[in-house]
């Protein structure tokens, strides 16, 4: 569900001759499932003589720029219709807890990096790379809050982990490294290798699981 504040103007000219299109439109304090995002700007204008429309998206939280994508939208191209790229500047992570409600809770830190974003709405290929800092979750099954600080990359659908470090609430560290897959967000494939030694990985009471509970 999303929640907001629109505000914002279109125009058209020269209907009757060449067609020029431009829209501004304005969300103020735009949420996802409750969870605040900020304040997303967004432009686009329709170029007849490349017969695309450029685009440009900037989300603001708390007067500050986390989060831009500009680019364009090829129209009547039948693959690789876009054609963008984003930059993240310590963009709140707590977004990823609406998308993997399932897995993970307690989302917190924040991402900075680049990627592009090509091929088709139905089909979006995402590349780039970027660093989580100060990234904080608790996996829901285990019951167990990690910290991470490190490199994360993503090839098309899937974020791909290179010996990333989590710490568990000891101290305690465990490198790794895979990939999570989000072709499917409600239902990410995940393939991961950890490397550790009196790492903390479940830490549940009878409440959460009464078959299977315990501190390990």
Known sequence: ???GQLQGKASINSL???PYATADLQFRQIS?????LGDLVANADFDQGKNRINLALSLDKENKQSLFVGGVYHIGQTGDNLDLLARFDQTD???LQVLLRDLISDVQGNL????TLTGTLGKLH???SGRLNEAGFTVNYLQTPYRANGPVSMENTAFI???LILTDPRGQQAKVSGRIDMQKPTNP???????TNNFLVLRTNFRDNPLYYGTA
Do not use: E, P
């Open 126 to 128: 995402i590349n780039g």
């Open 161 to 163: 982990i290179d010996d």
């Open 1 to 3: 569900r999303i929640g």
């Open 16 to 18: 009757l001759s060449k």
């Open 32 to 36: 996802l499932d409750q969870t605040l």
């Open 112 to 115: 900075t990096g680049q990627a």
């Open 93 to 95: 992570l707590k977004v």
């Open 189 to 195: 494939q995940i393939q991961a290798t950890i490397n």
